[in-house]
Nanobody, 129 residues
Framework: QVQLVESGGGLVQPGGSLRLSCAAS????????IGWFRQAPGKGREGVAC????????SYTDSGKGRFTISRDNAKNTVYLQMNNLKPEDTAVYYC??????????????????????WGQGTQVTVSS
C-alpha cells in the first residue's frame, strides 16, 4: 500500500518555525523526487520546494526562498520541510508528493512541470498571532 503521510503542522505565531515531515510507506523514496505544495483557502495549489532523487538538488519558489529548507533522510524514508520566519501568508494546507525517478529527476526537480504520482493527505499550517 503506497502512502505518503505529512505531519508537523500546527498553529504558530508570526516569526516562528515549524518542521514538516513527509513519511513514505509501501515504497522507497530513494528513487523519487519529492515536492512540497500548499493550498490556502480560496487559492490554487502552489509549489513551495522540491528535491531531486539522487543528487538532492533543491528548488524553491520565491515565497519560501531564504526561509524554507527541504531535505531528505533516505534511511528514515522521510522528507522534511523546515520553515523559519513564518508569515501569516504561509497559512495553508501543505502537501508532499513523489515523482518517479528519471535521468532528469536525478539532477533536478520540478514544481511546475513535474508529474507527481503520489500525494499525502496534507497537514494544516496556521500562522497567526
Amino acid at each position: 500500500q503506497v502512502q505518503l503521510v505529512e505531519s508537523g503542522g500546527g498553529l504558530v505565531q508570526p516569526g516562528g518555525s515549524l518542521r514538516l515531515s513527509c513519511a513514505a510507506s509501501g515504497f522507497s523514496l530513494d528513487y523519487y523526487a519529492i515536492g512540497w505544495f500548499r493550498q490556502a483557502p480560496g487559492k490554487g495549489r502552489e509549489g513551495v520546494a522540491c528535491i531531486s532523487s539522487s543528487e538532492r538538488v533543491t528548488s524553491y519558489t520565491d515565497s519560501g526562498k531564504g526561509r524554507f529548507t527541504i531535505s531528505r533522510d533516505n534511511a528514515k524514508n522521510t522528507v522534511y520541510l523546515q520553515m523559519n520566519n513564518l508569515k501569516p501568508e504561509d497559512t495553508a494546507v501543505y502537501y508532499c508528493a513523489a515523482e518517479p525517478e528519471t535521468a532528469e529527476r536525478i539532477i533536478m526537480c520540478a514544481l511546475g512541470s513535474g508529474q507527481y504520482d503520489y500525494w499525502g493527505q496534507g497537514t494544516q499550517v496556521t500562522v497567526s498571532s
